[in-house]
């Protein structure tokens, strides 16, 4: 099980740091990876990280911008967003992954999201 917190209402220029918690599994031995979805938009990728938090992958679009992280001692993805846009409004999910893939189709377990919403 993936949970998501961190989401809110927040201005053009703040931050936001997102958790994602898991419980019920191998939690060290899995990639994990922060999606998004906009209204009527489809799911895109936002970032992974590796099982070990060694290597990290961006899309191009948050890149310099956000950070993801992982605690495996903790059990938890972060994933850190400076200088939010009013196009980073969406539907933020974690997903777990063996491999750290770009593609959402390749991720065995999702979160239930959670909202972030950038107001100009």
């Known amino acids: 099980q993936l949970v998501e917190s961190g989401g809110g209402l927040v201005q053009a220029g703040d931050s936001l740091r997102l958790s994602c918690v898991a419980s019920?599994?191998?939690?060290?031995?899995?990639?994990m990876g922060w999606f998004r979805q906009a209204p009527g938009k489809e799911r895109e990728f936002v970032a992974a990280?590796?099982?070990?938090?060694?290597?990290?992958y961006y899309a191009d679009s948050v890149k310099g911008r956000f950070t993801i992280s992982r605690d495996n001692a903790k059990n938890t993805v972060y994933l850190q967003m400076n200088a939010l846009k009013p196009e980073d409004t969406a539907v933020y999910y974690c997903?777990?992954?063996?491999?750290?893939?770009?593609?959402?189709?390749?991720?065995?377990?999702w979160g239930q999201g959670t909202q972030v919403t950038v107001y100009s």
């Open positions: 997903a777990a992954d063996p491999y750290a893939s770009r593609f959402g189709d390749e991720y065995d377990y």
């Open positions: 019920g599994r191998s939690f060290s031995t899995y990639a």
């Open positions: 990280i590796t099982w070990s938090g060694k290597s990290t």
